[in-house]
Each structure stands twice: as structure tokens, then as C-alpha cells.
């Protein structure tokens, strides 16, 4: 990414003003300001429990507040009388990013997974840059790639400057899959994509796991989404939105040959996993009566559905939590908020009270002219340049309507 010109910033900063305001947002509304920090008498053991309702992504993202704020100095914490809750205190300050870096330790960073095939290297580098705009937390990327793009991705994330680089490490590994026959998972709906189903097995020193799509974009810090992962239940190990919200017009509920999980499907594209969880679980299945561990199921079950499948990875999915509900925490419409949510209609109320907070252009929408806004968002956070000052950053992303946005509503 290169230098860009004032000028540059002045145009992409009219670029988001325009967006804003035809997007209806909620910017004007007043937001109580947030308390300046945490009572440090309070200690909390584990998270705060969620809001029953999100605070919108109408409101700013808290990156930009915090970071304009201006805070007493605080002691910083002994080295070694660090509890985990403290630890959690540190990574959940917003806008500090310098004072918990430096201590920040690896337990506590967030993990990140996309698989990034074919021409899929700016949509992957455009959804990191989002990550790494709006979140708090150190982050882990785990970029799963064809040997062909690696060189690429490492040029690119290295020439990123400090005030990026410093929030995030990357790896890079190539396409492997463990079981069963690799050409025949590359068939698998696209050369890549069965690649996810085997994160529990590859990545084994980590805990838990975002994975997304490389067409995802977040709208608001990666931390918020993080935060469901505490809200499971003692059986979830896993999380995804519902593949629609209308079963009338879903795919699955009218098309799909084999079993799919409640009455829409589930859609993958954004999927929190506790890899912990997965790894230690016996799954239901139809193929056997005892159950079985992730890595042993998941070739059998190819096997057995493998001409009914349409939708590769996403569709095993499907079987898998329709035989297992109970490891499933179904995560609302605005996580992951797609054209399919605005094309007949809004049909993620979510979103339009809340905001959308994770964008996810499938159908190719950031590339073609059906979808304006989402392709305006992903050229607006394309084109920020990672080497301007964080102050034009800020004012790209908040927005209220779903309706596919203005484009329908003008
Ligand atoms: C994932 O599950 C394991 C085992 O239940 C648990 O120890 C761990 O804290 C969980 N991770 C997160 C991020 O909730
Ligand atoms: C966890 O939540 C799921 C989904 O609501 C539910 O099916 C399951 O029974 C719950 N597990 C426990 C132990 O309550």
C-alpha cells in the first residue's frame, strides 16, 4: 500500500462523511459517554456479562473514543502479582493499545483464521486491515494459503507500519487436510474451503478461534465478537448465524437434499470454535451409534453425503450441529450481516436496530455493481491508507439501515 497525498485522506474522509449520512445513521444520536475506565477496586474474574442488547454499531467504535479520551495515568500492575483478571482488565481497555502490548500475554491474544485461495489476497488483506482498525486485543492471524500467495502475504502484512503491526503476529500455513484424500477435499465446493474443517486439528496449542470468510469485513472491534465465546453454555463449542431468517425463502429449508441444522441452515462464513472443545467432544452422527471425535467424523461423513452437498464445508457443517444442537450457540443476523439480508427485503432485524457489525459480501457483491453499499465499504476501508494518522480512520464505519442501504431506499 503506498503513500498516500492529503488530498487522498480528504477524499476518502468526504467519501465516509457522504456514506454516513445517506446510510441514515445514527451517528447525531447521543450516546451517554462511556465511564473513563473500570473502577480499579472492582476486580472481575471473568468478563462482564454481555448487555442483553449489543450497543449498536451506529455509535462509533470504541477504538475511536478511547483513543481520543484522555486518561489519568495509571500505575501500571507489578509484574508477577498479574491475576488473569487483571490480565483481562488490561486486554479489555480500549484505545490503550501501548500500555498492554508490552503485557499482553499470548493466552489472552485473540485468534483469527482465513483460508485465502485463487485470487483472494486483497479481500484477505482488506478483512485483516478492518481487524486490525477497529479491535483492541493483540490478535494471532493464522492465514491458510496456496504456496503461490505466500510470498505476497508476507510482503504485504511487513510492509504494514508499527501502529498496525504492533496489534497483531501472523502465520502463514500451506493447505493441508489429515484425513481422507486431498484432491478430493480440494473438490469440495471450492480448492480451499473444506481446509476450515480441519483448524481444530492443525492448530493444536490453540484455544479458541475466530474463522472468517475472506469476504468478511469488520465493522466494529473483533474483541466484541470475541466476547460470545465466554457466553457458552457448558456444551457449545462452536458458533454461527443462521443461514437465513425467513424459511419460506431460505436455501436450505427449499433446496437442501440432506440434513441441515434448525429450520434456515447455518452459514460459516463467520464461526467462532473453541478448538479445546472440539477436540475433547464425541459428536452424534448418522453413521455410527457412538459417537465420534471431530477428526474421524468428518471423512466418513464426506463420504456418506458427498452427492448431496452443494455448498461444500458449510453443508457439513450443517449436518454436523443438526445431529449436535447442543454444541451450537447461534449468534444473531448482524455478526454476520449478508446481501441476502437485504435482497427481498430486510430480513435482519438486528441489524436495523443494532447496526451491522461483521459485513460479509458473498455472491462477489465487493466486486460487481449489484450491492453498492457493500461495495462502497469495502473500497472505503481498501483505500484507507495503513500510513495515515489513526484520525481518519475513525470516521469510516457506522451505520444503521439494513435494506440493502441507500441504493434501495433513494
Ligand atoms: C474453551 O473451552 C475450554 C474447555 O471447556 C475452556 O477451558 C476455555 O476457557 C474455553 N475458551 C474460551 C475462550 O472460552
Ligand atoms: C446450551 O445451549 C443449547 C442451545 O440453546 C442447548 O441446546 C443446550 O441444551 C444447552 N446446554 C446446557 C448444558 O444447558
Redesign the pocket.
Known sequence: MKLRSKAAALLLLALAALLLTLLSLRAGRAEPPAPPARPAAAPQRRPAPAPERLPGAGALPRAGQGARRRRPPRPRPRAGRRGAASMEKLARRSGESRSFQAVLPPELWMHLAVVACGNRLEETLVMLKSAVLFSHRKMQFHIFTEDSLKPEFDKQLRQWPDSYTKKFEHRIYPITFSVGNPQEWKKLFKPCAAQRLFLPVILKDV??LLYVDTDVLFLRPVDDIWKL??Q?NSTQLAAMAPEHEIPKIGWYSRFARHPFYGSTGLNSGVMLM?L??IRSAQFKNSMIPTGLAWEDMLYPLYQKYKNAITWGDQDLLNIIFYFNPECLYVFPCQWNYRPDHCMYGSNCKEAEREGVSVLHGNRGVYHDDKQPTFKALYEAIRDVSVFLPPFSRHVLISMKQSRCFYHQSL
Request: positive net charge; hydrophobic residues 25%; charged residues 40%.
Open positions: 484455544d479458541s465465546l465466554r457458552f473453541n479445546t472443545r
